[in-house]
């Protein structure tokens, strides 16, 4: 990919901005209870606001699905944000997203001063698959600024028209965070350090289907946890009791095994799991070996004998990405697992290798589980995006962008 256009190249001083985000965090009875990427999208805000610029932000908010579902609104986020910026964030919450009142608002901004726009996706034609919908969104929405930056890396594998359409209409540029994602997914992607280690977790084989076929080519050790582990042992012959499992992907699974075989990839596998009989929080957990789970028992971590092979063998690489929670880690009983891994990615760092969090699930649970960001290489802010990017796979907002 080539560089984007660059930030520091954009003329912003008396000019108001159009800057995608990506404010997606998590929500518990409409509090934040992760404001990681919040913070992530402040440099490229103040280095605007430094500039002389006025801002119109746009970012979504789950999947409302083109209807405006109060529970998906952006006010808590505009809060939280004026709270870090130090300065009030004006925030217009309509349905349409846009109409002439906001981009009257809009117009209205003297620099310095900052409005968010409400969820983007609650206006349906933002996510619309017909280009000719998104198009006239976009048009509306260029209406509201002179200059557009992107810098929502969660959402740049979407052909959105605030992601895709947009920033053909505005001269345009990449905000720092996009630039310092790409910039670490080119060492992943382009002549990594060796040994290079991927942690792949989370539930569904078939969500990471492609980025395991693409890597089996790349990397020297990949080690396999979260539900998905269940599918891969079963597909070696093994009882897995009532764990999650993907019938239909049994004999894909055969075949990435055999693949890394080949390859002379090193895929690790659970050799002790921690099971429980049901899905829940207080449920007593058991260790068993992973040829001996119960019939009537679930697997929700990885063991201690699993997490300390995977560990070592995450210790003694270079570049290392990670991808999905090795168990539960929402629950305490479950957790080990994922710790354990998290505490061999900062071993990685500490001997000067780079360690990537790839976003999602995985900067939550490191979160949660009392680690710092600065403790890690890199916390992508894109789980899907950093997926897609690992895949090989052309994403329409970095497109969009220039890359």
Request: glycine letters at 10%; hydrophobic letters at 45%; a negative charge.
């Amino acid at each position: 990919m080539t560089s984007a256009n660059s930030l520091s190249n954009l003329q912003v001083s008396g000019k108001r901005v159009f800057l995608r985000c990506d404010l997606n965090v998590p929500l518990k009875e409409g509090v934040i209870t992760d404001d990681g990427r919040i913070r992530a999208s402040l440099p490229t805000i103040k280095a605007l606001l430094d500039g002389g610029a006025s801002l119109v932000i746009a970012a979504h908010l789950g999947r409302p699905k083109g209807e405006a579902k109060p529970e998906l609104s952006l006010a808590p986020i505009a809060k939280r944000l004026g709270e870090l910026l130090g300065k009030e964030v004006k925030f217009e919450s309509v349905a349409s997203v846009v109409n002439a009142d906001v981009t009257a608002k809009a117009k209205a901004l003297a620099a310095g001063e900052v409005l968010l726009l409400e969820n983007i996706r609650y206006s349906a034609a933002e996510t619309s698959k017909d280009e000719a919908e998104r198009a006239s969104f976009a048009k509306e929405l260029a209406e509201l600024a002179e200059v557009y930056v992107g810098d929502g890396f969660g959402a740049v594998h979407r052909k959105h028209a605030s992601v895709f359409d947009l920033p053909k209409l505005l001269p345009s540029a990449a905000g720092l965070l996009v630039a310092a994602e790409v910039e670490v997914l080119k060492k992943l992607t382009e002549n990594p350090e060796r040994p290079y280690g991927v942690v792949l977790g989370g539930a569904k084989v078939s969500d990471k289907l492609a980025v395991i076929e693409n890597l089996l080519g790349k990397v020297n050790v990949i080690a396999i946890g979260g539900g998905m582990l269940f599918t891969f042992l079963k597909a070696q012959g093994k009882e897995i009791g009532k764990s999650l499992c993907e019938d239909e992907m049994l004999d894909t699974v055969k075949g990435l095994l055999a693949t890394a075989e080949k390859n002379g990839v090193k895929l690790l596998l659970p050799t002790d799991i921690v099971v429980a009989p049901e899905f829940s929080a207080d449920a007593t957990p058991t260790l068993v070996s992973a040829d001996a789970i119960p019939a009537d028992q679930l697997g929700l971590d990885i063991g201690p004998d699993s997490a300390k092979a995977f560990a070592e063998a995450i210790a003694g690489c270079k570049t290392v990405f990670w991808n999905g929670p090795m168990g539960v880690f929402e629950f305490a009983n479950f957790a080990n697992g994922t710790k354990v891994v998290a505490e061999s990615l900062i071993k990685v760092c500490q001997n000067g290798g780079i360690s990537v969090v790839g976003g999602g699930d995985s900067a939550a649970a490191v979160r949660k589980l009392g680690f710092a960001d600065d403790q890690f290489g890199y916390i992508s802010t894109g789980g899907g995006a950093s997926l897609e990017y690992l895949e090989g796979k052309e994403l329409p907002g970095l497109k969009a962008l220039g890359f």
